[in-house]
Structures are given as structure tokens and as C-alpha cells.
């Protein structure tokens, strides 16, 4: 069976569903290689000439989102031009052109002797704790961490009742205002 399209069987398996979705797509032109494409739920900016998409399908993929797909219609780009060459047929075939050979029997291997006299050790591991793991975290806006012990004696903080070395027995007249820390 001959592949008549420029992309292997397994890329062009992928890409006809795109097409499908990218023919309600609304496009709209906001400079000569950049369009605004609306129409699914997520809304994509497409850049033809740097071959990218806000929705970052098509960045990461290197095959035409849905929103690219549209904006290469309404461009009258060819599709198929902005499809990164590693899916296309001829390097599929220059991929296996050479002959493979088989690796053969460990014991036929020639290793190098800086490779076999050379010492890997596994990566040291921390042993755990049972339980949740403590997390740290940055209080939100608005939010007092844990407040400092008060003393009921003397009314400052940093200490309480029985641990205070303050002179003073009565705690009237000493009312603390209450201080988050």
C-alpha cells in the first residue's frame, strides 16, 4: 500500500481528526502570519511563520493544532508546510535506509577497557519517614501563622505563665494587645 499523503500512516491517523475539528473554527486576521482563531473551547493566537499556538498544542506536538489548521486555510497556506519535517515520509525512510544490525551475544561485545574498569554507583536514597510528608508553605495574603506563646503574668510573648521570671504577681493594668506573628 503507497502512502499518497506527505506524513507516515501513524501521523496522518492523527491529523484527520484535527481537520475535522477545525472546519467551525472562526479566523480572524490580526497581521499578515498572525490569526486569532475562536469556535472551540479553548481559543487559540496562531503565528504561521514561527509555528506556534497560544494553546501550545502545535508548539509542543509540532504537528498543526486545530486553531493552526484553521489559520492555514484562511491563509491559503498549505497544511502540510507547517508540519515539522521528522513526520513526513522522507525521513521515515531515511530513518531505516541503512542496514541495522543485530547487537549479537553480550559475551561477543567489544567494550573499550575505560568503559568495563569504570565504577557506577546507584544514587544515594534518603530514607523515608512513615506517614504524610511535612510540607512548608507560604502563607496567603491575609492569613497569621501560628502566634508565639503569651504569658498570662506579665503579657508579653515568647513564654507562658510558668515559665515567667517577671517580678510583677498582678496582671491587671498590663493588658497586651494581641500580636500575630
Not at 477545525?22 to 482563531?37: A, E, I, R
Not at 504524610?132 to 496567603?140: A, V
Not at 492569613?143 to 498582678?170: I, L, P, V
Amino acid at each position: 500500500m503507497a502512502i499518497t499523503a506527505p506524513l507516515t500512516l501513524s501521523q496522518e491517523s492523527e491529523f484527520r481528526p484535527r481537520f475535522a475539528q477545525s472546519n467551525g473554527q472562526h479566523t480572524l486576521q490580526l497581521n499578515p502570519v498572525t490569526y486569532n482563531v475562536k469556535g472551540s473551547e479553548i481559543e487559540g493566537v496562531v503565528d504561521i511563520f514561527n509555528k506556534t499556538c497560544t494553546c501550545e498544542e502545535f508548539d509542543i506536538d509540532k504537528l498543526p493544532c486545530v486553531h493552526a489548521i484553521a489559520a492555514a486555510h484562511h491563509a491559503q497556506v498549505s497544511v502540510y508546510s507547517l508540519v515539522s519535517p521528522y513526520y513526513t515520509k522522507e525521513y521515515y525512510v531515511l530513518a531505516y535506509s541503512e542496514t541495522i544490525y543485530p547487537v549479537g551475544l553480550q559475551s561477543q561485545w567489544d567494550v573499550p577497557n575505560e568503559v568495563t574498569t569504570r565504577v557506577v554507583f546507584p544514587r544515594e536514597v534518603k530514607e523515608r519517614k512513615r506517614g504524610r510528608p511535612k510540607t512548608s508553605r507560604f502563607p496567603s495574603v491575609g492569613e497569621f501563622r501560628k502566634r508565639k506563646n503569651r504569658c498570662g503574668k506579665c503579657g508579653t510573648y515568647g513564654h507562658y505563665k510558668k515559665k515567667c521570671n517577671s517580678q510583677t504577681g498582678s496582671t491587671e493594668g498590663n493588658q497586651p494587645t494581641d500580636m500575630p506573628v
